[in-house]
């Protein structure tokens, strides 16, 4: 294999935070410590690495950390959690991969970097918010905390109410630079964590936040493409994708060009979401220039880095 090809390794949310688990900290770091064994496959081949991660479950308790504080502490916005959330998994996944590094006896550096992200002020979500955040409420508790906090919700029939925020599409990683440096010279780097932090940019050219969350998997085709790597491996809890899911007639893909998986998900095979948003930005980073994308699990990780198993996206 090619020596020092760059990859971003995009870990799902069951790497940190599986399902039907409880989720402590205790939890959180000693799954975090088996799911960075995947990752040392990728070194020990030679490749120079970005990683992601998802904070869903993370920033909903830091949410509700923040409601049931309300009348104690100073309300935390959005952002400032994804901002704190992103800072506390890099941590472990800083400390996780050190330890993995030292006791496989392997000379490299991993830093976390809070990574923001510029979207459009005129992106469509911004005044659709449809992405559901935090705790399940009843009509009774919803509308006092919606007049308190000036929240968007919505009602889901059979479950209850919900906070909707936007969903804006990433754009642009305004700590690329700095990023793609430290990946170049073999710095293990881990960024965009939950998407990153949504800002956009105004008329003067200066940066500012907003409340919303950006998909994790969209994010990292952004910054696979603004580091200039040439693969992307999507990490989730299937082995492959699949079409016709849950049917008789269900079929799992390997390696798929790109085209013909475009044609699959404008067939509507992918469900906004489920797999959509990582077939998307499988589609996206090929679109950029990418080589590859691999979606694959934690566990064929090591088959899916030699094309042995998992869906592999292609020119």
């Given at each position: 294999?090619?020596?020092?090809?760059?990859?971003?390794?995009?870990?799902?949310?069951?790497?940190i935070?599986?399902?039907?688990?409880?989720?402590?900290?205790?939890?959180?770091?000693?799954?975090?410590?088996?799911?960075?064994?995947?990752?040392?496959?990728?070194?020990?081949?030679?490749?120079?690495?970005?990683?992601?991660?998802?904070?869903?479950?993370?920033?909903?308790?830091a949410?509700?950390?923040?409601?049931?504080?309300?009348?104690?502490?100073?309300?935390?916005?959005?952002?400032?959690?994804?901002?704190?959330?992103?800072?506390?998994?890099?941590?472990?996944?800083?400390?996780?991969?050190?330890?993995?590094?030292?006791?496989?006896?392997?000379?490299?550096?991993?830093?976390?970097?809070?990574?923001?992200?510029?979207?459009?002020?005129?992106?469509?979500?911004?005044?659709?918010?449809?992405?559901?955040?935090g705790?399940?409420?009843?009509?009774?508790?919803?509308?006092?905390?919606?007049?308190?906090?000036?929240?968007?919700?919505?009602?889901?029939?059979?479950?209850?109410?919900?906070?909707?925020?936007?969903s804006?599409?990433?754009?642009?990683?305004?700590?690329?630079?700095?990023?793609?440096?430290?990946?170049?010279?073999?710095?293990?780097?881990?960024?965009?964590g939950?998407?990153?932090?949504?800002?956009?940019?105004?008329?003067?050219?200066?940066?500012?936040?907003?409340?919303?969350?950006?998909?994790?998997?969209?994010?990292?085709?952004?910054?696979?493409?603004?580091?200039?790597?040439?693969?992307?491996?999507?990490?989730?809890?299937?082995?492959?994708?699949?079409?016709?899911?849950?049917?008789?007639?269900?079929?799992?893909?390997?390696?798929?060009?790109?085209?013909?998986?475009?044609?699959?998900?404008?067939?509507?095979?992918?469900?906004?979401?489920?797999?959509?948003?990582?077939?998307?930005?499988?589609?996206?980073?090929?679109?950029?220039?990418?080589?590859?994308v691999?979606?694959?699990?934690?566990?064929?990780?090591?088959?899916?880095?030699?094309?042995?198993?998992?869906?592999?996206?292609?020119?």
């Amino acid at each position: 294999m090619t020596k020092n090809k760059t990859a971003v390794i995009a870990l799902g949310g069951n790497a940190i935070s599986p399902k039907g688990e409880i989720d402590t900290i205790a939890n959180q770091f000693n799954n975090t410590r088996k799911s960075l064994s995947a990752i040392m496959h990728f070194l020990h081949e030679g490749y120079h690495l970005a990683i992601t991660h998802g904070n869903g479950p993370q920033v909903g308790n830091a949410l509700l950390r923040v409601e049931l504080s309300i009348d104690k502490a100073p309300v935390l916005p959005l952002g400032i959690c994804v901002a704190d959330t992103e800072g506390g998994m890099g941590y472990m996944i800083e400390q996780s991969l050190q330890n993995a590094l030292i006791t496989d006896k392997f000379d490299r550096e991993v830093v976390s970097i809070i990574t923001q992200v510029v979207v459009d002020t005129d992106d469509p979500s911004i005044n659709n918010p449809t992405k559901y955040i935090g705790s399940w409420y009843t009509g009774d508790e919803i509308k006092g905390l919606t007049e308190k906090f000036g929240w968007q919700v919505r009602e889901v029939p059979g479950k209850g109410w919900r906070r909707v925020v936007p969903s804006p599409i990433p754009r642009q990683i305004i700590n690329r630079k700095a990023i793609k440096h430290l990946v170049d010279i073999g710095i293990i780097v881990i960024a965009a964590g939950g998407g990153g932090i949504p800002v956009f940019i105004m008329d003067n050219g200066l940066y500012e936040g907003f409340d919303a969350v950006i998909d994790k998997d969209l994010a990292s085709a952004v910054l696979a493409r603004d580091i200039e790597a040439q693969e992307l491996f999507i990490l989730t809890d299937v082995d492959q994708v699949a079409i016709n899911y849950g049917q008789s007639n269900e079929e799992k893909l390997g390696t798929i060009h790109v085209n013909d998986l475009k044609a699959l998900f404008d067939e509507g095979q992918f469900p906004p979401g489920n797999m959509g948003p990582k077939v998307q930005a499988a589609l996206n980073f090929i679109e950029y220039g990418g080589q590859s994308v691999t979606i694959t699990s934690l566990e064929m990780v090591q088959k899916g880095l030699f094309g042995q198993k998992g869906t592999i996206v292609i020119p």
